[in-house]
């Protein structure tokens, strides 16, 4: 049986750093190989993942420009692994938060680094979507192994699976979330697999 496996970085990135994994390309690899079932040939790896952001912001407090830098060497190192492929979508600044609620300092007492950045990742969806859309529409594989827990799938898997597609969708070991009902319903099996 053909197989694809979809990655959406976000949420392996989410469990990995639930369980205290080290996120990084052999992680991602090590953990895409293992969602390969015995009977299994592995066309493709498709990772979908943002590049962390690279640009300068304000401050929230002081208002001093902060650079923020980050190297997406990891991501292009990844795409040159056997079977794999790396569809890139954006990040977006979208502001400060508080690391804490409630405040404990008024807010004369409050400095730069009682807030994090929020960071919105944009076209991760629509990219594994559409890919969904051509590996069934174009009877590339037999089967899609999907790594997410984004009810946004939802669309893409019934399309595949009105083509003929097996869609499996993968749940994350503990400590992870359980997938949500919906994802459930409108898959074919669901595959428990290990941390690598």
Not at 89 to 117: E, H, I, N, S, Y
Not at 172 to 188: N, R, S, V
Request: hydrophobic share 40%; glycine share 8%.
């Amino acid at each position: 049986m053909k197989v694809a496996i979809l990655i959406d970085g976000g949420h392996l990135r989410a469990g990995a750093k639930q369980a205290r994994k080290t996120y990084d390309k052999d992680f991602i690899e090590a953990f895409a190989r293992g969602c390969v079932a015995g009977d299994e040939y592995l066309l493709r790896i498709l990772y979908y993942d943002s590049p962390q952001y690279r640009g300068q912001k304000s401050l929230p407090i002081s208002g001093r420009p902060h650079q923020f830098t980050a190297s997406d060497k990891w991501m292009v190192d990844l795409a040159k692994r056997d079977r794999f492929a790396v569809r890139r979508g954006t990040l977006a600044f979208r502001g400060w938060k508080p690391k804490a609620l409630p405040l404990k300092q008024t807010a004369v007492d409050l400095v730069d680094t009682d807030f994090d950045p929020i960071f919105e990742q944009k076209g991760v969806d629509m990219r594994v979507g559409l890919d969904i859309a051509t590996l069934s529409n174009e009877r590339l594989v037999d089967r899609i192994v999907l790594v997410s827990g984004d009810t946004d799938m939802i669309p893409a898997m019934k399309h595949a699976r009105k083509a003929g597609v097996e869609v499996v969708t993968v749940q994350l070991p503990k400590p992870a979330m359980g997938l949500h009902d919906q994802i459930m319903a409108h898959c074919d099996s669901v595959r428990p697999v290990v941390w690598p």
